[in-house]
């Protein structure tokens, strides 16, 4: 599976972003998704899940309640969505897609080239 993230660039704090992943292949239904970040000097964090369905998420407490990963099977599209955008959130945005229901990079088999979000203060 390849996938092509997009979406990033310069936001004010405060504000949002939508995050889009495609992926090629026909099995893109059959896997869970996440979306990973990692700022400069920083060692890569997991942010989200999704499960093959879409039935069921799973949030880093770092950003739960601003950020929501969804999914469009039809489309083989991932995105996350960034609300209350903050100057910590800075840093490269990773979609990547796994069988597993984890949160470790070795958890999942491929990633994206990354996409990169920067917050103004």
């Known amino acids: 599976v390849q996938l092509q993230a997009s979406g990033g660039g310069l936001v004010q704090a405060g504000g949002s972003l939508r995050l889009s992943c495609v992926a090629s292949?026909?099995?893109?239904?059959?896997?869970?998704m996440a979306w990973f970040r990692q700022a400069p000097g920083k060692e890569r964090e997991f942010l989200a899940r999704?499960?093959?369905?879409?039935?069921?998420?799973y949030y880093a407490d770092s950003v739960k309640g601003r950020f929501t990963i969804s999914r469009d099977n039809e489309k083989n599209t991932v995105y996350l969505q960034m609300n209350s955008l903050k100057p910590e959130d800075t840093a490269v945005y990773y979609c990547?897609?796994?069988?597993?229901?984890?949160?470790?990079?070795?958890?999942?088999?491929?990633w994206g080239q990354g996409t990169l979000v920067t917050v103004s203060s």
């Open positions: 990547a897609v796994g069988w597993t229901g984890g949160t470790r990079e070795a958890d999942f088999i491929s």
């Open positions: 292949g026909r099995t893109f239904s059959f896997y869970n």
């Open positions: 999704i499960s093959p369905s879409g039935g069921s998420t």
